[in-house]
């Protein structure tokens, strides 16, 4: 009975091991063009609220996590225009330097302007650090400063159990055998 109990115990403690977690943008690395109406780029850091930044046609955003994410996981874009729809593409990028696209044209949505917000979701398994933004230019658009409007970009790490904890499951395992194969003996 107190095997059984241990085990109990020790697979509690690798559930509780293995948990998502999320992380968002901490700093604006670069940004070029116009933003008008919610110029403040920092309002694109942390947990989407609702205030959201707008692009002017053809401006540039990176966005810095502050460190490499190396583990697999989803990518959130937070995003919301009441008027005007538009599109950017999105990169990724390790260093800062070499970006690879994610999507080529993302659209901002109509939605509401508190929980739960419009959001895409894409699946991430290479490393980055960096997110860069590119309102892309309808040709057709009259208003210069109807562009992409951000809130925010989460990225939600896909649960991974750590060894220790794998480890201690099947010791528990091997202790369980072991304890069961004595009393037959």
Do not use: K, W
Request: one cysteine or more; aromatic letters at 10%; charged letters at 15%.
């Amino acid at each position: 009975m107190r095997i059984f109990a241990f085990c109990l115990v020790v697979c509690a403690c690798a559930s509780q091991d293995a948990h998502a977690s999320f992380v968002y943008a901490t700093s604006v690395n670069s940004s070029t063009g116009t933003f008008s109406g919610s110029s403040n780029t920092l309002l694109t850091l942390g947990a989407p609220d609702g205030d959201i930044v707008q692009f002017g046609n053809g401006s540039t955003l990176t966005l810095d996590f502050g460190g490499l994410l190396s583990t697999p996981g989803t990518l959130s874009i937070f995003t919301y225009d009441d008027i005007f729809p538009a599109a950017a593409s999105i990169a990724l990028s390790a260093d800062g330097i070499s970006f690879a696209g994610l999507t080529s044209s993302l659209v901002d949505t109509n939605g509401p302007t508190g929980p739960p917000f419009p959001h895409a979701d894409f699946s991430i398994s290479a490393p980055f650090r960096y997110v860069r933004f590119i309102d892309l230019i309808d040709p057709e658009e009259t208003f210069l400063d109807a562009g992409f409007d951000l809130d925010a970009v989460e990225f939600e790490s896909t649960a991974v159990p750590e060894p220790s904890s794998l480890s201690l499951l099947g010791l528990a395992a091997f202790g369980l055998a072991m304890r069961r194969r004595s009393r037959r003996v």
